[in-house]
């Protein structure tokens, strides 16, 4: 059967890093099939569209999306639904992607990367999932309107919608038991039960379908304190579940812990396993076309792709000890770069894993 | 003209602290005037509710109030609107307190206190300026109904109302950029533009205002990548503005930076400059009436009142001083306590400062 890969390189450093990914996974021997599509701002100069519907089509075709990254400040100025970020939004709505999984580990050789001290963040390995298609950042009614009351009535106000039905707390919940139980078996579910009736619901369903997950010990953070124990002592931490709009901060906070973003990958699932691979950085224009972005992430999304919609783990497992031996050699992009290391290109470092795969 | 200060210990540590910071407050000869009342778990216990109305009535006829804590997890299983953090929302509401101030600073004798590398928070003295009476923290409407519409309409769901009105946010803007301008005259504004309605207005908002303030450099920041840069270089930072929910996240995380949150302060001041004064910390009723906790947040707190609201720098200067002399002298509680210095407990450190007072 052939894998099918709709490939989605975007703006700014993706379509080098992109390129790397694709080549690491050629060198796996495997049957894929690759479908390209241009995304983000790249789309909108070919076709007045960030997610246009002939890039949809390509991935529809597909059983998993291999996306480098979006955005560039030159698209700042373009109303919100023409802007490049709008493209990740409309995919993860389209193919309902509610499943967002971010680890955040800190490879032992990099220790100094991260401005924590290094007995807080050494063997650091938290997994953070994030529901991704609902709350704030899809709920209606939203817009701009006169205040309908309270102090302020007849003045403009903006307003928003954070919501979540029962089906979808479930089934996150469900993915986040299930990813608990492969790993550490202890569970925090991060809410603001004290202040939003959103986040009470919320809590109310976690604690429910524990009932089917006695193996998991689940636990409770209201999402500020979330935030001051991720600075404290992330490595308390095993997994991490919440909304998304607090997913989105708490995961970039615990990502930015290892000081090496340019190493995290990340998968945004649907119920059926199609999914959305990503690094966890973003599009960095400035270093775009330089030859200096660091791959890894990128190779390392690849890897997660074959685990999770691919059901390879053993291949998945072939790139992920490629990318330790690469940085056991001392390779390193410049990003991670430091004295007493070999700085490589983006393309050297792309190469130095198909050689550890080939070697291995 | 007698300063009127309502005293609402609270639960937990709340009365241990407040103690010493009006012993510190008494030091000063200045013409002070106390009324008592119960808040939070405490109000429930007396009076069956964390906020009755003869507490109101108490910060009433004060010209601010000076809080402890509130909290316990014995109240846990209470419904929501009589658990004690719904004393400090109801405050907040009641007296207009829209604009929040949360120091971050490390002082140089603790600096070992964080998780951080000395090198990326020794000298941090960064402020964050939270809107507080806003947000989704009020929005209306708000609660649990049967879907109206989306994937799963017809399903029970849980929705709140993020929002803000023009006058709610130039306010705000108005206290931050007057804030920036006394300190490094540059303002980050924190937002979420790029999915939020209520924060692309927020953003319009701010830089409309920033007109009038051409000596501030004015900044716009999405909140996930304020989390991350709050990790990866907080000196950056000079003042932060950001809305209720971000505000409660971010202040959180910044003040964990220092590793030492039983040092700051808080004030939450409305239109006239009445104040309700806090620690940034909880009630920690597990050292509950063990005589260990650090009242130097609160004791700063203090110092904060007479600052904002009797605006009287000269004696907040002068608490301010003697809370540094007692650092140098090495005098610590528990939870800033290190190898080479001398652990003292909450009577003593008030003491301490006290005598530091009437030294100089
Ligand atoms: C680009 C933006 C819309 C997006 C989000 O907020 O989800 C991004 O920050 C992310 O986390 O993938
Ligand atoms: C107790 C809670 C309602 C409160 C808030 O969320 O504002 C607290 O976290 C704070 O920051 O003062």
């Given at each position: ?168 707390v479930e089934r996150i919940a469900h993915v986040a038991f299930g990813a608990a139980r492969k790993r550490g078996k202890r569970l925090t579910s991060v809410d603001k039960a004290n202040v939003l009736e959103t986040f009470q619901f919320w809590k ?157």
């Amino acid at each position: 059967m052939t894998l099918k890969i709709a490939v989605l390189p975007g703006d700014g450093i993706g379509t080098e890093i992109v390129t790397q990914a694709i080549a690491v996974l050629d060198a796996l021997s495997l049957p894929l099939e690759y479908g390209h599509a241009p995304v983000g701002g790249a789309a909108y100069e070919a076709h007045g569209h960030p997610l246009p519907e002939s890039t949809l089509e390509v991935c529809r075709k597909a059983d998993a999306i291999l996306f480098g990254a979006v955005g560039d400040w030159k698209y700042d100025s373009l109303e919100r639904k023409l802007r490049p970020e709008q493209a990740i939004l409309g995919l993860r709505k389209q193919f309902g992607l509610f499943a967002n999984f971010r680890p955040a580990i800190l490879y032992p050789e990099l220790a100094n990367a991260s401005s924590l001290k290094p007995e807080v963040v050494a063997g650091l390995d938290i997994l953070i999932i994030r529901e991704l298609t609902g709350d704030i950042y899809f709920g209606q009614p939203r817009g701009r309107r006169e205040s309908p009351d309270g102090e302020f009535a007849g003045a403009p106000e903006a307003f928003d919608t954070m919501r979540y039905s029962r089906p979808e707390v479930e089934r996150i919940a469900h993915v986040a038991f299930g990813a608990a139980r492969k790993r550490g078996k202890r569970l925090t579910s991060v809410d603001k039960a004290n202040v939003l009736e959103t986040f009470q619901f919320w809590k109310d369903i976690m604690i429910e379908v524990s009932a089917q997950y006695p193996d998991v010990a689940l636990d409770h953070m209201y999402v500020d304190n979330a935030a001051m124990q991720l600075v404290k002592a992330p490595k308390k931490f095993d997994v991490i579940v919440t909304g998304n709009m607090f997913g989105d901060i708490l995961s970039d906070e615990a990502a930015m812990l290892t000081g090496s973003i340019g190493m995290l990958p990340s998968a945004s699932l649907n119920a059926r396993n199609f999914g959305l691979y990503e690094p966890s950085h973003g599009s960095a224009p400035d270093i775009a076309g330089k030859g200096v972005a660091n791959p890894l992430a990128t190779i390392l999304s690849a890897a997660m792709m074959l685990r999770y919609t691919f059901n390879r783990p053993d291949a998945a497992d072939t790139i992920e000890s490629a990318v330790k031996s690469v940085l056991a050699q001392g390779l390193r992009t410049a990003d991670i770069f430091e004295a007493g290391t070999t700085k490589v290109g983006t393309a050297e470092m792309g190469a130095a894993v198909v050689s550890a795969i080939k070697a291995g």
